[in-house]
């Protein structure tokens, strides 16, 4: 299943918001829990779906598994991402409503 629209374009508006962690970033913030909400590409391999998984089951953080690499990086325009953080409880609240 593809993208919501609406959660596109509100992950457009994160992050021009900067309000996006991806990467090692990502992680941090997950543990610092910065992140409130966190987007998991359906298409990410199953040690990195499990690790992110894991890290927000453990740090509470509210995650989905959702689209692919491909519609998440260019929802952000960056290349290659599996996993994103959303750092705005209201961008949060909202994506996770879609």
Known sequence: NM???NKVSLLGLAMRARKIA???ILLK???SQ???FVLIA???SENTKKRYMDKCTYYHVDYQIDGTIEEI???IGKDN???IGILDKGFANK????
């Open 22 to 24: 991806t990467g090692d």
């Open 3 to 5: 993208l919501d629209k």
């Open 95 to 98: 994506i996770k409503s879609k």
């Open 34 to 36: 910065k992140a409130y």
């Open 42 to 44: 359906q298409d990410a």
């Open 29 to 31: 913030s997950i543990r």
């Open 73 to 75: 990086s260019r929802a």
């Open 81 to 83: 991402r599996v996993a």
